[in-house]
């Protein structure tokens, strides 16, 4: 499969249209239609791309220059949809699929599947995916985003603790499934890769070695490495 890099573009003031825009940087050779059955929750919807940008041609199989195209965000699959970094506090790092150095945080840039996040000392790091969950990263911990491989999840915590709205949750010892909307819930994972859950509001199901307990507001649970979950608290 071809790279793309995406990012978020909104429409400027005035524009005919409100519709939210994220850009695809595609490689000379894709073709519109490559892309739509890729990206597009419905391929056969190509054509509204058109709508939004100047091609060289209508065709759909015609190959492409290297170019950006504007694509309407709700036409996007889901886990290729952008996220925004809507809040950071002292020194907080990102890191893009395939790179090794680390670089600092922008406000509102934006983040995509399988970008890493990186907290040190007395930082914070708040966000937001288009479709709604929102991760708080804190002090000293280190997430990724969207991790590819790893099927409806949205953060891999792979050391220190974070809070979650609806977000939906790995760690290398649980995984954290929101059961209602409104579900908030915080997640650390310990030196031994004990994983602590507290549900603050709602309800979540935590999940490891085959059993399943389901913790309710006001309750937590704790996962050891390599055991199943205690039972709510």
């Known amino acids: 499969m071809r790279t793309l890099l995406l990012a978020l573009l909104f429409c400027l003031p005035g524009a005919a249209s409100a519709e939210e825009l994220q850009t695809m940087v595609v490689k000379p ?3 519109l239609w490559s892309i739509s059955n890729t990206y597009l929750k419905d391929p056969t919807r190509w054509g509204e791309i058109l709508k939004y940008n100047r091609l060289p041609s209508s065709d759909p199989t ?10 309407p965000v709700s036409l996007i699959k889901e886990q290729y949809r952008a996220a925004k970094l809507v809040y950071s506090l002292n020194e907080v790092l990102y890191r893009r699929t395939g790179v090794s150095d680390w670089q600092n945080v922008a406000l ?32 000293n911990s280190i997430a990724i985003l969207r991790p590819p ?12 603790e ?20 409104d579900t908030e819930f915080g997640a650390r ?21 085959g059993k ?22």
């Open 29 to 31: 050779g894709d073709t």
């Open 62 to 71: 015609r190959a492409l220059p290297g170019m950006e195209l504007k694509v």
């Open 108 to 139: 509102k840039m934006d983040l995509f599947k399988n970008d890493t996040l990186r907290t040190r000392a007395d930082a914070r790091a708040d966000v937001r995916f288009y479709t709604g969950e929102i991760l708080n990263l804190y002090p």
């Open 149 to 160: 491989g790893r099927k409806n999840t949205d953060v891999e915590l792979l050391a220190g």
């Open 162 to 181: 974070m809070r979650g709205l609806r977000s939906r949750v790995v760690t290398a010892s649980a995984r954290i499934t929101p059961k209602t909307k």
């Open 189 to 209: 994972l310990k030196d031994d890769l004990t994983t602590l859950v507290q549900v603050y509001k709602g309800k979540a199901d935590v999940e490891a070695q």
């Open 212 to 233: 399943t307990v389901e913790v309710a507001a006001g309750f937590a649970a704790e996962v050891k490495m390599d055991m199943p979950p205690s039972q709510p608290i």
